[in-house]
């Protein structure tokens, strides 16, 4: 498993609700967390580790000693938002890009927990930040997709970069081609 980058396609891909907590999905759970620790992230989705699943884990402090803070959700969804903020954003599927993206400043969630538990969340502020991120990344939509013009005039030598990057890995044969990533991705969602 590794963090793939923009523009890997499952970055775009519309994640599937997980139906079932098995234990190959806690794994999934463990190698996620540590890979985005790793990466110094505050969250990571499912669909940023080439899984299309309604999947996320998080832990806001960034802080891996805090357990406290660490969180997995499954199928979240977002059911209520109320003001807005600006602030900065990266994302770990787009290395050295930070651009000012505008978002909800409090937001209501309605998710599940590892046990299958219905949860409601209402975070503001970084943590809210976060989530609307993460669900973002579950539905294939990126970070740089809400940015205003300036954000992405400023935006297109990284992006292009990053396109460059991805061409010459499939080229040398560290990331497989488009057609088989695509039907890697499919068979994952007709699974089960
Ligand atoms: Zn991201």
């Not at 609700?17 to 996620?32: A, N, R, T, V, Y």
């Not at 309604?54 to 805090?66: A, E, I, T, Y």
Request: net charge negative; with cysteine; glycine share 8%.
């Amino acid at each position: 498993m590794k963090i793939v980058h923009y523009p890997h396609p499952a970055l775009r891909c519309q994640a599937k609700p997980i139906s079932s907590i098995d234990k190959k999905i806690k794994l999934q759970i463990g190698e996620m967390f540590d890979l985005m620790y790793e990466a110094k992230g505050l969250g990571l989705a499912a669909t940023q580790v080439a899984l299309p699943f309604q999947l996320l884990v998080m832990n806001v402090s960034g802080d891996p000693d805090k357990k406290e803070h660490e969180f997995v959700y499954i199928n979240p969804t977002l059911v209520e938002r109320k003001g807005t903020m600006d602030g900065e954003e990266g994302c770990l599927s787009f290395p050295g890009l930070f651009q000012k993206v505008r978002r909800a400043k409090t937001i209501k969630i309605h998710a599940y927990n590892l046990l299958g538990e219905k949860v409601e969340v209402v975070a503001s502020d970084l943590a809210s930040r976060a989530w609307q991120h993460e669900i973002d990344h579950l539905n294939g939509v990126l970070f740089v997709d809400k940015l205003g013009i300036i954000g992405k005039l400023a935006s297109r030598g990284a992006l292009k970069e990053l396109e460059e990057e991805f061409k010459y890995a499939q080229q040398r044969g560290d990331i497989p081609p488009e057609t088989e990533i695509k039907a890697l991705i499919d068979s994952l969602l007709s699974e089960s």
